[in-house]
């Protein structure tokens, strides 16, 4: 039982030598690495199978100190290696008796379990991919090439997906995001949800159930949008079969509502916001205890606490910056903090900010109130649940990606914040100004935005 590095020492090997050459000298030392518990390496590879993340596969451990060059006879111990000292003096190193294990053995055994491998198969479409949230439009007002307008896909198992609202080109997005599986996809969507009838935030929807139309059991429409659907249907062609409309105020908490149109969605929650007329948010409960809360647009809202008590994931709208909060008001959103302020009220476990202004092309400008439980969304990232703790670590990169952005943002708060100085008495609103800056141009497109939102509403009432 002698350390390799004694063993190297001449003062020990002359020791060694003093022994009759008959004697032979086992060495028990760290240079042992036969495997010596299998089954621990056997469990292993089983669970490993289920949860390769989980379940890491075991390691051995091999000295990295040279072995000393020995003149003595000499074995070097192996686990259950044995010496018989009658009826003959021997080693017995019964090949069977030494432990080894070959994985691929393991893996077989338990792959003829009966069911185990089909389990392991849900385990992991569950687990790891379920839920998945997949934003396909982050942006406000009008689309943009980087930010589309919103439109988020819930993937809450392997056969049913919910779409949170449907804006103008979520299909197109679809297809971006999943290629040639856009129609799996699109015949997994059992349910959308429209939060109300600003045009960013359905006027994908006719294309969508359009394409959907190929692959399509009849699917739940929930929202206000039937006068909408129904001038299509009359005017352009026919569409209302394609569809189960339930509206947005069934699903309200205390509503009375038709039991056969709303018991699928016992889960499914709604309330009224402070949007516009009809605006609503939603929240939704997961058998297997997940929780997600989607605030369409709206100012802070009590209402939308209550519903998404608890939520493990809350989507809410962040359109504006801190500091604008006069004009988050007059256009009824909210603001970066206020978002967040939501989340803190709800107990979120996660906040993903979105809806931006299209003011902020690429990044939002993050408030002092991030903290560790809060994201930004950007086109075409996909979300599960198992990455919260991963998603506040991204920040970093994405700051000095968007280094330029941000530093321009900057530069933009602090000129309005000095002429809000100078203005200060004279009853301008901080927001506007006469400058060229982007954020003028921004508030133009999301006035451009209103103006052909109404000019929608008009044509409904044609
Ligand atoms: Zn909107
Ligand atoms: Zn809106």
């Given at each position: ?42 469990i ?6 289920i949860?390769?993340d989980?379940f ?41 008796a030494?432990?080894?294990?070959n ?14 491998l ?41 056969g049913?997906?919910?779409l ?47 394409q ?22 009359d005017?352009?062609e ?18 009375e ?7 699928a ?92 202004s ?16 809060v ?67 921004g ?20």
């Amino acid at each position: 039982m002698t350390p390799e590095s004694v063993l190297q020492l001449d003062r020990y090997k002359g020791w060694m030598e003093r022994f009759p050459s008959t004697t032979e000298h086992l060495i028990l030392n760290e240079h042992v690495s036969t495997v010596h518990n299998v089954s621990c390496h056997k469990i292993q590879t089983h669970l490993n199978m289920i949860h390769p993340d989980i379940f890491p596969p075991l390691k051995t451990y091999k000295s990295k100190e040279s072995r000393a060059d020995l003149s003595v006879p000499n074995v070097r111990a192996e686990c259950l290696l044995k010496f018989q000292l009658r009826p003959a003096l021997e080693w017995q190193r019964l090949v069977d008796a030494i432990p080894s294990y070959n994985t691929e053995d393991f893996v077989k055994e338990a792959a003829e379990v009966p069911n185990f491998l089909e389990n392991v198969e849900k385990c992991r479409d569950i687990c790891s991919k379920h839920p998945e949230v997949v934003f396909l439009g982050t942006g406000s007002a009008v689309p943009m090439k980087i930010r589309n307008v919103s439109g988020t896909l819930v993937n809450i198992s392997p056969g049913r997906s919910v779409l949170l609202d449907c804006g103008e080109g979520t299909f197109g997005q679809l297809c971006r995001q999943y290629g040639d599986d856009v129609d799996q996809v699109l015949s997994r969507i059992s349910t959308v949800f429209i939060s109300h009838l600003h045009a960013d935030h359905h006027t994908g929807l006719i294309k969508l159930l359009r394409q959907r139309q190929r692959a399509l059991v009849r699917q739940h429409v929930i929202g206000d949008i039937m006068s909408w659907l129904g001038q299509y249907h009359d005017h352009c062609e026919e569409i209302l079969g394609l569809f189960n409309l339930i509206p947005n105020m069934f699903l309200c908490p205390g509503a009375e509502a038709p039991k056969e149109k709303t018991q699928a969605f016992i889960q499914f929650q709604t309330c009224t916001v402070r949007h516009c007329k009809n605006a609503f948010a939603c929240s939704f409960d997961h058998q297997s205890g997940w929780k997600l809360a989607f605030s369409g647009d709206t100012m802070p809202c009590n209402a939308f606490v209550h519903i998404g008590k608890n939520a493990t994931f809350l989507i809410h709208e962040a359109t504006l910056e801190d500091g604008l909060e006069e004009a988050a008001v007059e256009k009824r959103h909210s603001t970066t903090s206020q978002a967040i302020g939501m989340g803190m009220k709800m107990n979120a476990d996660f906040i993903m900010l979105n809806h931006f202004s299209q003011r902020y092309t690429k990044i939002p400008i993050f408030s002092k109130d991030f903290t560790d439980r809060v994201g930004v969304s950007f086109d075409h990232m996909r979300v599960r649940f198992t990455d919260f703790k991963v998603l506040p670590k991204l920040i970093p990169a994405l700051k000095s990606l968007f280094a330029e952005e941000l530093e321009e943002m900057e530069e933009r708060r602090e000129r309005r914040e000095l002429k809000s100085l100078r203005s200060s008495g004279s009853g301008e609103p901080i927001w506007s100004g006469s400058d060229t800056s982007e954020a003028e141009r921004g508030a133009k497109r999301e006035h451009e935005a209103a103006a052909a939102s109404m000019d929608a509403k008009r044509l409904k009432l044609s």
